[in-house]
């Protein structure tokens, strides 16, 4: 049904912007206009199908109740202008071409209007579409800032309460050695202890708030993410570059990065991996990040923590313009791999 609508596209896309008002008169013109020249050029030159474009405008800009009235309207004018010189020779033969007019017609603005249906239909899944990745873009940067604050909060706040609690062990430790006190090698595990819990607050806050994305940071963060996933959970995390990985846009440095976290620590909690790599290469203006571990991959199905963290991962994947992919055998471990497109910097 469409193809009878395709050779007045052009005018309904002129119609795009245009009052509604304003296509009744046209297309009354139009009618009239038209009826005019099939009745001067009589039956020899029949210009019933141009009424098609005053049917199909009246329908795609206002309903099809009112397209249904034009097609009486052209039917009627058709008629008027035919009539008296019709060649046809039997009294049935000019009713029954009226009735395929009318037939014609009446196909017309039910294309119409199935046609514009079809693209509103379309139209609302596109903002549908657009909404629900404007929704997961603030979802993801609504996570980052928490995540930053968090980060920011243990480096300002926690760091510096551990950093006093660890200058007064060292003292007591200095007190009760100069008082001969045989506590003092208790003071000296306060003091060790300190110190290791200061390191792991200090890794914890890069790992939730790694350093700026700009140019290379992307490859320093995850430098660091290797060491310090290596240094807590006694696996070995390795990082691989090959080619130009200068990164344009600091936000897509972010969600890389993200992406790499989290498939480190599957690798690590659900995974039973041994040795992790992360590999992040360039190929044109395009950035490739892989993390693969020898695990035993993703036989079983993944608890709500496992699957919360791969939607995560795919919501960042798309927000960047790439796609997240898991190759993923039992026994055999995990590749997860997001290709993005090295766009520049936001505005």
């Known amino acids: 049904m469409s193809e009878l609508i395709f050779p007045v596209m052009p005018s309904l896309e002129r119609l795009r912007g245009q009052p509604k008002w304003l296509v009744l008169p046209e297309a009354l013109v139009l009618v009239g206009l038209i009826g005019w020249i099939d009745y001067s050029t009589g039956w020899k030159w029949s210009f019933f199908v141009l009424y098609a474009l005053p049917i199909v405008m009246v329908t795609w800009k206002t309903d099809r109740r009112l397209g249904f009235a034009f097609v009486f309207l052209c039917t009627v004018t058709s008629w008027v202008g035919q009539i008296g010189s019709n060649s046809y020779q039997t009294g049935w033969g000019f009713p029954l071409a009226v009735i395929g007019w009318l037939f014609y017609f009446v196909v017309l603005v039910v294309a119409a209007d199935a046609v514009k249906a079809r693209r509103q239909l379309d139209r609302s899944r596109i903002e549908a579409l657009e909404h629900t990745q404007e929704l997961e873009r603030e979802i993801l940067w609504t996570s980052e800032q928490e995540q930053q604050r968090i980060g920011r909060d243990l480096h300002d706040s926690l760091g510096p309460q551990l950093a006093a609690i660890g200058y007064a062990a060292t003292f007591l430790a200095d007190d ?9 090698a208790k003071a000296e595990r306060i003091r060790e202890m300190v110190g290791e819990a ?5 890794d914890l ?33 390795s990082l691989h570059e090959t080619g130009d990985t200068h990164l344009a846009n600091a936000e897509d440095g972010m969600h890389l990065y993200r992406i790499a976290q989290e498939a480190v620590n599957n690798a690590a909690k659900h995974g039973g991996a041994r040795k992790v790599t992360i590999v992040l290469s360039s190929s044109g203006d395009s950035l490739h990040l892989a993390v693969a571990d020898d695990g035993k ?41 997001c290709e993005i497109p090295n766009r520049p910097a936001a505005s």
């Open 205 to 237: 806050t890069r790992g939730i708030f790694p350093v700026q994305m700009d140019g290379v940071g992307l490859s320093i963060a995850l430098e660091d993410l290797a060491r310090t996933t290596t240094s807590q959970r006694g696996m070995s995390v």
């Open 297 to 337: 991959g993703m036989a079983l199905p993944p608890d709500g923590a496992r699957s919360m963290g791969l939607h995560s991962m795919k919501y960042r994947a798309r927000a960047v313009g790439g796609e997240l992919k898991i190759d993923s055998n039992p026994s055999e471990g995990t590749i997860v791999s």
């Open 176 to 184: 009760l050695r100069q008082r001969e006190q045989p506590e003092v």
């Open 198 to 202: 200061i390191s792991l607050s200090r």
